[in-house]
Nanobody, 113 residues
Framework: QVQLVESGGGLVQAGGSLRLSCTASTVFTINTMGWYRQAPGKERELVAITSIGIANYADSVKDRFTISRDDAKGTVYLQMNSLKPDDTAVYYC?????????WGQGTQVTVSS
């Protein structure tokens, strides 16, 4: 069983920045790590994901968000710049290891206009 512990959410004004972190409780290298988000009344959607050095982003966050990872620490980061009110959501860390999928508990990001 792998636990994902997230941090870094909060309240920020539009145009501001936040950095999310997620650390996995495993000594094994995670195959894929990334971030999803879910806004009130909407489905959970992919934000950014990284696997084998390749990163993919949702069109809505390209050029504003950057995903990175430190495999030695089992941690994935999401640097979010130029935040917009539409980015307001609960952000969930996501990881896959040996065919199993794991989710973090979620961290709230609120962007005020």
């Amino acid at each position: 069983q792998v636990q994902l512990v997230e941090s870094g959410g909060g309240l920020v004004q539009a145009g501001g920045s936040l950095r999310l972190s997620c650390t996995a409780s495993t000594v094994f290298t995670i195959n894929t790590m990334g971030w999803y988000r879910q806004a009130p009344g909407k489905e959970r959607e992919l934000v950014a994901i990284t696997s084998i050095g390749i990163a993919n982003y949702a069109d809505s966050v390209k050029d504003r968000f950057t995903i990175s990872r430190d495999d030695a620490k089992g941690t994935v980061y999401l640097q979010m710049n130029s935040l917009k009110p539409d980015d307001t959501a609960v952000y969930y860390c996501y990881a896959t290891l040996r065919g199993s999928v794991y989710w973090g508990q979620g961290t709230q990001v609120t962007v005020s206009s």
